[in-house]
């Protein structure tokens, strides 16, 4: 079983920054994928930013250019840092990882989430 533990977040004006990491732990075979997943009040959960571990990333239209995603595969964690941010970036973030469950099996996890809130 993979543990997620997300730390970051909170309170920031238009226009600042916040850094938000995500450790795992109790893999056995590796994680293959690692990303930032987003819920704002009344909308779906969408894909903020992934990472495989190659380093390899996708990120989500609007927010190409003011988030970086990053990974320690070291440590097993990556890191979203946030620059130039939007009320509408207003959400929870949550972590997600695709970890292999056997050499041939992947399973999804997700951490418990972080509230991140963009106001004046």
């Known amino acids: 079983q993979v543990q997620l533990v997300e730390s970051g977040g909170g309170l920031v004006q238009p226009g600042g920054s916040l850094s938000l990491s995500c450790a795992a732990s109790g893999t056995n075979f590796g994680i293959n994928a690692m990303g930032w997943f987003r819920q704002a009040p009344g909308k779906q959960r969408e894909l903020v930013a992934a990472i495989t571990s190659r380093g390899i990333t996708n990120y989500a239209a609007s927010v190409r250019g003011r988030f970086t995603i990053s990974r320690d595969n070291a440590q097993n964690t990556i890191y979203l840092q946030m620059n130039s941010l939007k009320p509408e970036d207003t959400a929870v973030y949550y972590c997600?990882?695709?970890?292999?469950?056997?050499?041939?099996?992947?399973?999804?996890?997700w951490g418990q989430g972080t509230q991140v809130t963009v106001s004046s």
């Open positions: 997600n990882a695709v970890a292999y469950k056997t050499l041939v099996q992947l399973v999804t996890y």
